[in-house]
Protein backbone atom coordinates (compact mmCIF):
# COMPACT_ATOMS: atom_id res chain seq x y z
CA UNK A 1 0.00 0.00 0.00
CA UNK A 2 1.93 2.76 -1.46
CA UNK A 3 1.10 6.32 0.32
CA UNK A 4 -1.56 7.85 -2.00
CA UNK A 5 -3.46 4.47 -1.57
CA UNK A 6 -3.11 5.45 2.13
CA UNK A 7 -3.99 8.97 1.92
CA UNK A 8 -7.57 8.08 -0.17
CA UNK A 9 -8.70 5.65 2.52
CA UNK A 10 -8.74 9.30 4.93
CA UNK A 11 -11.61 11.05 3.48
CA UNK A 12 -10.76 14.22 5.59
CA UNK A 13 -8.04 15.16 3.64
CA UNK A 14 -9.88 16.10 0.85
CA UNK A 15 -11.03 18.73 3.01
CA UNK A 16 -10.34 22.35 2.15
CA UNK A 17 -9.27 24.74 4.97
CA UNK A 18 -9.59 28.68 4.26
CA UNK A 19 -9.30 27.96 0.51
CA UNK A 20 -6.53 25.88 0.62
CA UNK A 21 -6.09 21.94 0.71
CA UNK A 22 -5.95 20.36 4.02
CA UNK A 23 -3.02 20.07 5.74
CA UNK A 24 -3.35 18.11 9.05
CA UNK A 25 -0.40 17.99 11.05
CA UNK A 26 -1.79 17.35 14.55
CA UNK A 27 -1.77 13.65 15.05
CA UNK A 28 0.08 13.75 17.97
CA UNK A 29 -3.44 15.46 19.40
CA UNK A 30 -5.95 12.70 17.48
CA UNK A 31 -5.31 10.96 14.74
CA UNK A 32 -7.89 11.02 11.46
CA UNK A 33 -9.97 7.78 10.97
CA UNK A 34 -9.18 5.86 7.90
CA UNK A 35 -12.80 4.30 6.17
CA UNK A 36 -12.44 0.94 8.08
CA UNK A 37 -13.16 2.40 11.26
CA UNK A 38 -16.07 4.86 10.27
CA UNK A 39 -17.94 2.36 8.06
CA UNK A 40 -17.36 -0.65 11.28
CA UNK A 41 -18.45 1.75 13.34
CA UNK A 42 -21.63 2.79 11.51
CA UNK A 43 -22.23 -0.77 10.58
CA UNK A 44 -22.80 -1.48 14.55
CA UNK A 45 -25.21 0.57 15.02
CA UNK A 46 -27.15 0.17 11.83
CA UNK A 47 -26.98 -3.52 12.06
CA UNK A 48 -26.55 -4.50 15.82
CA UNK A 49 -26.65 -2.16 18.12
CA UNK A 50 -27.17 -3.84 21.33
CA UNK A 51 -25.16 -4.21 24.66
CA UNK A 52 -23.12 -6.95 25.19
CA UNK A 53 -23.03 -10.11 27.65
CA UNK A 54 -26.02 -9.84 28.88
CA UNK A 55 -28.69 -10.80 26.41
CA UNK A 56 -29.10 -13.99 24.59
CA UNK A 57 -30.80 -12.51 21.21
CA UNK A 58 -29.37 -12.66 18.36
CA UNK A 59 -27.95 -8.91 18.28
CA UNK A 60 -27.05 -9.11 21.56
CA UNK A 61 -24.32 -12.49 20.74
CA UNK A 62 -23.37 -10.34 17.96
CA UNK A 63 -22.25 -7.30 19.77
CA UNK A 64 -20.52 -9.52 22.14
CA UNK A 65 -18.69 -11.01 19.58
CA UNK A 66 -17.64 -7.70 18.06
CA UNK A 67 -16.64 -6.43 21.79
CA UNK A 68 -14.40 -9.16 22.78
CA UNK A 69 -13.43 -9.35 18.80
CA UNK A 70 -11.85 -6.47 20.00
CA UNK A 71 -10.23 -6.80 22.91
CA UNK A 72 -8.44 -10.10 21.03
CA UNK A 73 -6.93 -7.74 18.31
CA UNK A 74 -5.74 -5.46 21.18
CA UNK A 75 -3.90 -8.65 22.99
CA UNK A 76 -2.28 -9.29 19.69
CA UNK A 77 -1.53 -6.07 19.10
CA UNK A 78 0.34 -5.20 22.29
CA UNK A 79 1.72 -8.83 22.40
CA UNK A 80 -0.29 -9.29 25.91
CA UNK A 81 -0.09 -13.20 26.54
CA UNK A 82 -4.01 -13.33 27.80
CA UNK A 83 -6.78 -11.42 26.93
CA UNK A 84 -7.42 -11.01 31.00
CA UNK A 85 -4.55 -8.33 30.76
CA UNK A 86 -6.50 -6.10 28.71
CA UNK A 87 -9.22 -3.51 29.89
CA UNK A 88 -10.93 -1.26 27.96
CA UNK A 89 -11.04 2.53 29.31
CA UNK A 90 -12.12 5.68 28.01
CA UNK A 91 -8.09 6.95 27.35
CA UNK A 92 -5.11 7.05 28.78
CA UNK A 93 -5.78 9.46 30.98
CA UNK A 94 -8.62 6.60 32.89
CA UNK A 95 -5.95 3.78 32.28
CA UNK A 96 -3.08 5.70 34.26
CA UNK A 97 -5.86 6.99 37.01
CA UNK A 98 -6.58 3.60 37.28
CA UNK A 99 -3.31 2.34 38.45
CA UNK A 100 -2.52 5.36 40.55
CA UNK A 101 -5.69 4.90 42.68
CA UNK A 102 -5.99 0.89 42.74
CA UNK A 103 -2.43 -0.45 42.76
CA UNK A 104 -0.81 2.91 43.74
CA UNK A 105 -2.94 3.60 46.95
CA UNK A 106 -2.66 0.04 48.06
CA UNK A 107 1.01 -0.41 47.79
CA UNK A 108 2.29 2.74 48.60
CA UNK A 109 3.42 3.92 52.28
CA UNK A 110 5.24 7.24 53.44
CA UNK A 111 8.76 8.11 51.75
CA UNK A 112 8.35 5.55 49.09
CA UNK A 113 9.24 7.07 45.84
CA UNK A 114 7.00 7.50 42.19
CA UNK A 115 10.16 8.43 39.58
CA UNK A 116 8.94 10.41 36.90
CA UNK A 117 10.07 11.97 33.95
CA UNK A 118 10.15 15.84 33.16
CA UNK A 119 8.66 15.42 29.95
CA UNK A 120 5.45 13.58 31.18
CA UNK A 121 2.38 14.47 29.95
CA UNK A 122 -0.34 16.42 32.81
CA UNK A 123 -1.84 12.57 32.63
CA UNK A 124 1.04 10.99 33.99
CA UNK A 125 1.72 13.24 36.44
CA UNK A 126 -1.46 14.25 38.18
CA UNK A 127 -2.79 10.97 39.25
CA UNK A 128 0.79 10.55 40.84
CA UNK A 129 0.60 13.43 42.64
CA UNK A 130 -2.55 12.73 44.19
CA UNK A 131 -2.05 9.39 45.11
CA UNK A 132 1.69 11.01 46.76
CA UNK A 133 -0.80 13.21 48.52
CA UNK A 134 -3.36 10.33 49.65
CA UNK A 135 -0.23 7.89 50.94
CA UNK A 136 2.57 10.35 51.82
CA UNK A 137 4.33 9.25 48.94
CA UNK A 138 6.98 11.37 47.40
CA UNK A 139 7.56 12.54 44.11
CA UNK A 140 11.31 12.11 42.14
CA UNK A 141 11.83 13.51 38.50
CA UNK A 142 14.54 12.14 36.59
CA UNK A 143 17.49 14.64 35.08
CA UNK A 144 17.42 15.33 31.31
CA UNK A 145 19.91 15.60 29.02
CA UNK A 146 20.27 18.61 26.49
CA UNK A 147 18.79 17.24 24.37
CA UNK A 148 15.97 15.81 25.67
CA UNK A 149 16.70 12.44 26.61
CA UNK A 150 17.25 10.27 29.76
CA UNK A 151 20.78 8.69 30.77
CA UNK A 152 20.62 5.37 32.35
CA UNK A 153 23.11 6.30 34.55
CA UNK A 154 20.88 8.93 35.86
CA UNK A 155 17.94 6.14 36.04
CA UNK A 156 20.20 3.92 37.88
CA UNK A 157 20.85 6.86 40.62
CA UNK A 158 17.32 7.63 40.70
CA UNK A 159 15.51 4.28 40.54
CA UNK A 160 17.09 2.98 44.47
CA UNK A 161 15.03 0.58 47.31
CA UNK A 162 12.65 3.10 48.02
CA UNK A 163 10.84 3.62 44.89
CA UNK A 164 7.71 1.71 44.54
CA UNK A 165 6.61 3.06 40.50
CA UNK A 166 8.31 4.12 37.94
CA UNK A 167 5.84 6.01 35.58
CA UNK A 168 7.48 7.38 32.33
CA UNK A 169 6.35 8.18 28.96
CA UNK A 170 7.29 5.42 25.87
CA UNK A 171 7.41 8.45 23.23
CA UNK A 172 7.38 12.38 24.37
CA UNK A 173 4.51 14.29 22.89
CA UNK A 174 6.64 17.58 22.45
CA UNK A 175 9.88 16.33 21.67
CA UNK A 176 9.33 12.88 20.01
CA UNK A 177 11.73 11.27 22.67
CA UNK A 178 11.73 7.75 22.52
CA UNK A 179 12.68 6.30 25.78
CA UNK A 180 14.58 3.03 26.47
CA UNK A 181 11.51 1.25 28.41
CA UNK A 182 13.36 -2.13 28.54
CA UNK A 183 16.29 -1.46 30.01
CA UNK A 184 14.13 1.18 32.61
CA UNK A 185 11.82 -2.09 33.64
CA UNK A 186 14.96 -3.55 34.13
CA UNK A 187 16.28 -1.33 36.47
CA UNK A 188 12.80 -0.87 37.93
CA UNK A 189 12.63 -4.68 38.50
CA UNK A 190 15.90 -4.84 40.23
CA UNK A 191 15.17 -2.35 42.96
CA UNK A 192 11.63 -4.44 43.31
CA UNK A 193 9.45 -1.35 41.93
CA UNK A 194 6.56 -1.29 39.06
CA UNK A 195 6.90 0.56 35.96
CA UNK A 196 3.80 2.12 34.55
CA UNK A 197 4.26 3.13 30.59
CA UNK A 198 2.49 6.05 29.00
CA UNK A 199 1.56 4.74 25.25
CA UNK A 200 -0.32 7.32 23.85
CA UNK A 201 2.18 8.55 21.56
CA UNK A 202 3.97 5.29 21.58
CA UNK A 203 1.51 2.36 20.10
CA UNK A 204 0.14 4.11 17.23
CA UNK A 205 3.57 4.94 15.80
CA UNK A 206 6.03 1.91 16.93
CA UNK A 207 5.26 -1.68 17.38
CA UNK A 208 4.77 -2.74 21.15
CA UNK A 209 5.74 -5.93 22.43
CA UNK A 210 4.73 -6.15 26.46
CA UNK A 211 6.66 -9.21 27.21
CA UNK A 212 9.49 -8.35 25.34
CA UNK A 213 8.92 -4.52 27.23
CA UNK A 214 8.67 -6.33 30.51
CA UNK A 215 6.29 -3.02 31.52
CA UNK A 216 3.77 -3.78 34.08
CA UNK A 217 0.87 -1.52 32.56
CA UNK A 218 1.12 0.21 29.33
CA UNK A 219 -1.83 2.49 28.36
CA UNK A 220 -2.97 3.82 25.37
CA UNK A 221 -6.07 5.82 23.51
CA UNK A 222 -7.25 4.80 20.59
CA UNK A 223 -8.14 7.88 19.12
CA UNK A 224 -4.67 8.73 17.98
CA UNK A 225 -3.86 5.41 16.16
CA UNK A 226 -7.17 5.70 13.62
CA UNK A 227 -9.71 5.11 15.88
CA UNK A 228 -12.52 6.44 18.10
CA UNK A 229 -12.57 9.03 20.64
CA UNK A 230 -13.51 7.66 24.20
CA UNK A 231 -12.15 4.08 23.77
CA UNK A 232 -8.63 3.27 25.38
CA UNK A 233 -6.52 0.08 26.82
CA UNK A 234 -5.10 -0.34 30.02
CA UNK A 235 -2.47 -3.60 29.77
CA UNK A 236 -1.36 -4.96 32.89
CA UNK A 237 0.13 -8.01 34.20
CA UNK A 238 -2.33 -10.40 35.09
CA UNK A 239 -0.76 -11.09 39.06
CA UNK A 240 -1.13 -7.25 39.27
CA UNK A 241 -4.50 -7.12 38.04
CA UNK A 242 -5.58 -9.88 40.35
CA UNK A 243 -4.63 -8.53 43.21
CA UNK A 244 -5.97 -4.54 42.57
CA UNK A 245 -9.38 -3.60 43.38
CA UNK A 246 -11.86 -1.90 40.85
CA UNK A 247 -12.20 1.91 41.15
CA UNK A 248 -15.85 2.25 39.51
CA UNK A 249 -18.71 0.29 40.76
CA UNK A 250 -22.10 -1.12 39.53
CA UNK A 251 -23.50 -3.08 36.73
CA UNK A 252 -21.64 -5.48 35.00
CA UNK A 253 -18.16 -6.05 36.74
CA UNK A 254 -20.26 -7.39 39.60
CA UNK A 255 -20.50 -11.58 40.22
CA UNK A 256 -23.34 -11.21 43.20
CA UNK A 257 -24.52 -8.63 44.94
CA UNK A 258 -26.06 -8.84 48.30
CA UNK A 259 -27.66 -6.01 50.64
CA UNK A 260 -24.45 -5.59 52.33
CA UNK A 261 -21.77 -7.23 50.47
CA UNK A 262 -20.61 -7.40 46.91
CA UNK A 263 -18.21 -9.85 44.79
CA UNK A 264 -16.91 -8.99 41.52
CA UNK A 265 -16.46 -10.50 38.01
CA UNK A 266 -13.08 -12.02 37.05
CA UNK A 267 -10.62 -9.98 34.81
CA UNK A 268 -11.05 -7.86 33.03
CA UNK A 269 -14.50 -7.65 33.78
CA UNK A 270 -14.33 -6.40 37.23
CA UNK A 271 -12.65 -3.12 35.72
CA UNK A 272 -15.44 -2.55 33.08
CA UNK A 273 -18.41 -1.66 35.45
CA UNK A 274 -21.47 -0.01 33.73
CA UNK A 275 -22.64 -0.12 29.95
CA UNK A 276 -18.82 -0.98 28.12
CA UNK A 277 -17.47 1.35 25.34
CA UNK A 278 -18.92 -1.30 22.58
CA UNK A 279 -18.83 0.94 19.36
CA UNK A 280 -15.36 2.38 20.54
CA UNK A 281 -14.04 -1.29 20.92
CA UNK A 282 -15.02 -1.90 17.61
CA UNK A 283 -13.91 0.88 15.96
CA UNK A 284 -10.45 0.36 17.94
CA UNK A 285 -10.16 -2.72 16.45
CA UNK A 286 -10.80 -2.02 12.92
CA UNK A 287 -8.29 0.64 13.33
CA UNK A 288 -5.93 -2.27 14.41
CA UNK A 289 -6.74 -4.25 10.96
CA UNK A 290 -5.92 -1.10 8.91
CA UNK A 291 -2.69 -0.72 10.95
CA UNK A 292 -1.93 -4.08 10.60
CA UNK A 293 -2.77 -4.14 6.69
CA UNK A 294 0.06 -1.35 6.36
CA UNK A 295 2.51 -2.94 8.52
CA UNK A 296 4.58 -1.15 11.30
CA UNK A 297 7.66 -1.25 9.65
CA UNK A 298 5.94 0.83 7.07
CA UNK A 299 4.79 3.09 9.56
CA UNK A 300 8.09 3.81 11.42
CA UNK A 301 10.06 4.03 8.86
CA UNK A 302 7.92 7.02 7.19
CA UNK A 303 7.60 8.82 9.95
CA UNK A 304 11.20 8.50 10.75
CA UNK A 305 12.19 9.44 7.34
CA UNK A 306 9.18 12.90 7.73
CA UNK A 307 10.91 14.16 10.63
CA UNK A 308 14.16 13.98 9.46
CA UNK A 309 13.10 15.68 6.40
CA UNK A 310 11.16 18.20 8.70
CA UNK A 311 14.06 18.52 10.66
CA UNK A 312 16.40 19.47 7.82
CA UNK A 313 13.85 21.81 5.58
CA UNK A 314 12.66 23.43 9.32
CA UNK A 315 16.03 23.83 10.20
CA UNK A 316 16.61 26.63 7.05
CA UNK A 317 14.06 29.08 8.39
CA UNK A 318 15.70 31.83 10.10
CA UNK A 319 15.06 32.08 13.82
CA UNK A 320 13.11 28.86 14.37
CA UNK A 321 14.26 26.70 17.19
CA UNK A 322 13.67 22.82 17.58
CA UNK A 323 13.80 20.96 20.56
CA UNK A 324 14.49 17.34 20.88
CA UNK A 325 16.80 14.95 19.80
CA UNK A 326 18.08 14.30 16.54
CA UNK A 327 16.91 10.79 16.94
CA UNK A 328 13.12 11.55 17.07
CA UNK A 329 9.12 9.67 16.47
CA UNK A 330 7.51 11.65 14.00
CA UNK A 331 6.97 14.81 15.90
CA UNK A 332 9.08 18.37 15.50
CA UNK A 333 8.07 21.23 18.16
CA UNK A 334 9.50 24.70 17.47
CA UNK A 335 8.93 28.51 18.20
CA UNK A 336 10.00 31.51 15.94
CA UNK A 337 11.76 34.12 17.25
CA UNK A 338 9.71 36.91 18.59
CA UNK A 339 6.31 35.63 17.20
CA UNK A 340 4.10 33.73 19.77
CA UNK A 341 3.31 30.12 19.10
CA UNK A 342 -0.54 31.04 18.91
CA UNK A 343 0.05 33.45 16.52
CA UNK A 344 1.97 30.99 14.15
CA UNK A 345 -0.39 28.80 14.17
CA UNK A 346 -2.93 31.24 13.39
CA UNK A 347 -1.56 32.18 9.93
CA UNK A 348 -0.51 27.94 9.27
CA UNK A 349 -4.53 27.81 9.26
CA UNK A 350 -5.15 30.70 7.11
CA UNK A 351 -2.70 28.84 4.75
CA UNK A 352 -4.62 25.45 5.43
CA UNK A 353 -1.88 24.14 8.03
CA UNK A 354 -3.41 22.65 11.09
CA UNK A 355 -0.52 22.52 13.40
CA UNK A 356 -0.80 22.30 17.50
CA UNK A 357 0.14 25.42 19.52
CA UNK A 358 0.60 25.54 23.32
CA UNK A 359 2.10 23.85 26.11
CA UNK A 360 0.99 20.46 24.92
CA UNK A 361 -0.34 19.46 28.41
CA UNK A 362 3.52 19.82 29.67
CA UNK A 363 4.08 22.69 31.68
CA UNK A 364 6.85 20.72 33.75
CA UNK A 365 8.59 20.31 29.89
CA UNK A 366 7.91 23.85 28.63
CA UNK A 367 9.61 25.25 32.29
CA UNK A 368 12.35 22.64 31.59
CA UNK A 369 13.09 24.12 28.38
CA UNK A 370 12.64 28.14 29.55
CA UNK A 371 9.34 28.95 27.48
CA UNK A 372 6.09 29.40 27.90
CA UNK A 373 4.51 27.27 25.07
CA UNK A 374 6.05 25.69 21.33
CA UNK A 375 4.26 25.28 17.98
CA UNK A 376 4.41 21.13 17.00
CA UNK A 377 3.80 19.47 14.03
CA UNK A 378 3.17 15.54 14.31
CA UNK A 379 3.11 13.25 11.09
CA UNK A 380 1.37 9.71 11.10
CA UNK A 381 1.08 7.47 8.03
CA UNK A 382 -0.84 9.85 5.64
CA UNK A 383 1.45 12.66 5.42
CA UNK A 384 4.22 13.00 3.39
CA UNK A 385 7.22 15.53 2.50
CA UNK A 386 5.19 17.87 0.15
CA UNK A 387 3.33 19.10 3.56
CA UNK A 388 6.53 19.29 5.12
CA UNK A 389 7.34 21.80 2.31
CA UNK A 390 3.93 23.66 2.54
CA UNK A 391 4.70 23.62 6.46
CA UNK A 392 8.19 25.58 5.61
CA UNK A 393 6.31 27.63 3.05
CA UNK A 394 3.49 28.44 5.68
CA UNK A 395 6.40 29.61 8.14
CA UNK A 396 8.26 31.72 6.54
CA UNK A 397 5.02 33.39 5.16
CA UNK A 398 4.56 33.81 9.02
CA UNK A 399 7.77 35.47 9.51
CA UNK A 400 7.55 37.59 6.45
CA UNK A 401 3.89 38.89 8.00
CA UNK A 402 5.31 39.64 11.58
CA UNK A 403 8.16 41.17 10.60
CA UNK A 404 5.95 43.82 8.35
CA UNK A 405 3.64 44.43 10.88
CA UNK A 406 6.45 45.15 13.99
CA UNK A 407 8.52 46.58 11.11
Not at 310 to 319: F, W
Amino acid sequence: MDIQEIRRQFPILNEQVNGHPLVYLDSAATSQKPLAVIEKIDEYYKKYNSNVHRGVHTLGSMATDGYEGAREKVRNFLHASSVEEIIFTRGTTTSINIVAQSYGEANLQEDDEIVLTYMEHHSNIIPWQQAAKRTGAKLKYLPMNEDGTLSMADVKEAVGPKTKIVAVTHVSNVLGTINPVKEIAEIAHANDAVIVVDGAQGAPHIKVDVQELDCDFYAFSGHKMGGPTGIGVLYGKKALLNNMEPVEFGGEMIDFVGLYESTWKELPWKFEGGTPIIAGAIGLGAAIDFINSVGFDIIESHEKELAGYAMEVLSNVDGLTIYGPKERAGVVTFNIDDVHPHDVATVLDSEGIAVRAGHHCAQPLMKWLDVSSTARASFYIYNTKEEVDRLAEGLIKTKEYFGDVFA
